[in-house]
């Protein structure tokens, strides 16, 4: 995990999960993402994407080569508030 995970607050990371379970749903579906997870490349990083946890709780990723055919790899860079933007 990130370091950023550390400074959430258990409410914070109880959020984050739900997130993270919607997200491999959806991915896994292959049907793209639910859009309460406001899933996005970040402006200025075409390779960087972000989604929303909470109303200020983001997280950015990339994707990564493949490590099982057919499976998409998410590679997890920030975990965090609006703050993560700043070194996506």
């Known amino acids: 995990m990130p370091r950023d995970r ?3 607050t258990a409410a914070q990371k109880a959020a984050f999960l739900v997130a993270v379970a919607q997200f491999v749903t959806d991915l896994r579906a292959g049907q793209g ?3 309460g997870l406001r899933v996005k490349t970040m402006q ?3 390779d960087i994407w ?3 946890w909470a109303p200020d709780g983001r997280a950015t990723f990339s994707y990564g080569e493949p490590v099982q055919d057919g ?3 998410i590679v997890r860079r920030r975990i965090g508030t609006h703050e993560i933007f700043h070194r996506p």
């Open 50 to 52: 972000e989604l929303t």
């Open 71 to 73: 499976d998409p790899h």
């Open 6 to 8: 550390k400074g959430l």
């Open 44 to 46: 200025g990083h075409p």
């Open 33 to 35: 993402f639910r859009r």
